[in-house]
């Protein structure tokens, strides 16, 4: 099974307009954290957002938020008042493990969402 | 977060040639990783670069193909060596520390290889 599933190959969204992009995960551990990355077309991985497990509240970071299921393991993304340089590809990714306690492993991402922001 | 510079961003090589990508970071960071991802794909882990150790390579990449050096916490190189059209792809480096559970990604290096 996929560990990280983004159901969504494109997205079109109207400037100013909010948007969710999907994510789905899977693991056994209970320990673990999830990402989301922005690539534009120059090719760089930007940090958007972090979730961890344990983290009680959805994450928030400016425009962005992490709609946080735990217990349907979805980490969907929200995008609030779109902006045209939201055009770009949307990664979700996952580390089982942390870092401070020494057991974190590699980060496995989706396969991506293109959104599309149109005037 | 951390500012990572990664070099060359892009380069066009010939086959048969070896083209060596560096990271630098302005912090000291636990963790360091590489990543490949190739023309409309998602990223895949090529190896974990150890500080004072041998990288830890993941399955399917091998250190004869890329040899990853890390001298001290804030540097590492990606060599890709014996080029082949089959490596055109983006390269990216990883940080991490062990107080921030966030990964940041340098800037990627963009390679062709005719």
């Known amino acids: 099974a996929q560990k990280i599933t983004q159901t969504q190959p494109g997205m079109f969204v109207q400037e100013k307009e909010a948007v969710t992009l999907d994510c789905t995960y899977d693991?056994?551990?209970?320990?673990?954290?999830l990402f989301w990355y922005k690539q534009p077309s120059s090719g760089e991985m930007i940090f958007l957002i972090y979730q961890g497990s344990y983290d009680e509240q959805n994450a928030t970071e400016g425009r962005y938020s992490l709609n946080f299921q735990k217990a349907r393991k979805s980490a969907n993304l929200v995008i609030s008042a779109s902006q045209l340089g939201d055009s770009a590809m949307y990664f979700c990714a996952m580390r089982e493990g942390h870092l401070s306690t020494g057991t974190a492993s590699k980060l496995t991402f989706g396969t991506g969402t293109r959104l599309q922001v149109t005037l | 977060s951390a500012v990572i510079s990664q070099k060359p961003s892009r380069d066009i090589c010939q086959r048969g040639t070896s083209l060596t990508i560096q990271c630098q970071v302005d912090?000291?960071?636990?963790?360091m990783f590489w990543y490949r991802q190739q023309p409309g794909q998602s990223l895949t882990l090529i190896a974990t670069?150890?500080?004072?150790?041998?990288?830890?390579?993941e399955s399917g990449f091998v250190i004869d193909k890329f040899p990853i050096s890390r001298p001290n916490l804030t540097f590492s190189t990606l060599t890709v060596s014996n080029m082949s059209p089959e490596d055109s792809s983006i390269y990216l480096c990883?940080?991490?520390?062990?107080?921030?559970?966030?990964?940041?990604f340098g800037s990627g290096t963009q390679l062709s290889v005719l």
């Open positions: 912090s000291q960071v636990t963790m």
């Open positions: 990883s940080v991490g520390g062990h107080t921030n559970e966030k990964l940041f």
């Open positions: 670069a150890n500080q004072g150790s041998e990288a830890t390579y």
């Open positions: 693991t056994s551990d209970q320990s673990y954290g």
